[in-house]
């Protein structure tokens, strides 16, 4: 068992920067491929970013590519998305999940953080 919490979020005017960070209970964090997926209103949810188990492969979905960074501390059991270059279309709900598997299914969700973006 997996508990995430997610913190972070708030309200950034477009062009700014926020960082999200999602922590890990349990002793079992490295041994899960990591992700944040996003849900706005009105929208399905959506893949983000997603880091393998040792932290040395990332995948970004094309609309956050350059402008979005996945990392993380398995000593720490946190992982974190730096997002820069904030659009009012990133506002969404940001969820962070843990033991993702090569389709981006999801095995523990955390309970999201709310980020908006104005313009």
């Known amino acids: 068992q997996v508990q995430l919490v997610e913190s972070g979020g708030g309200l950034v005017q477009a062009g700014g920067s926020l960082r999200l960070s999602c922590a890990a209970s349990?002793?079992?964090?490295?041994?899960?491929?990591m992700g944040w997926f996003r849900q706005a209103p009105g929208k399905k949810r959506e893949f983000v970013a997603a880091?393998?188990?040792?932290?040395?492969?990332?995948n970004y979905a094309d609309s956050v590519k350059g402008r979005f960074t996945i990392s993380r501390d398995n000593a720490k059991s946190t992982v974190l998305l730096q997002m820069n270059s904030l659009r009012p279309e990133d506002t969404a709900v940001y969820y962070c999940?843990?033991?993702?598997?090569?389709?981006?299914?999801?095995?523990?969700w955390g309970r999201g953080t709310q980020v908006t973006v104005s313009s």
């Open positions: 999940a843990a033991d993702l598997n090569s389709d981006y299914d999801v095995g523990y």
């Open positions: 880091i393998n188990r040792s932290g040395r492969s990332t």
């Open positions: 349990g002793r079992t964090f490295s041994r899960y491929a």
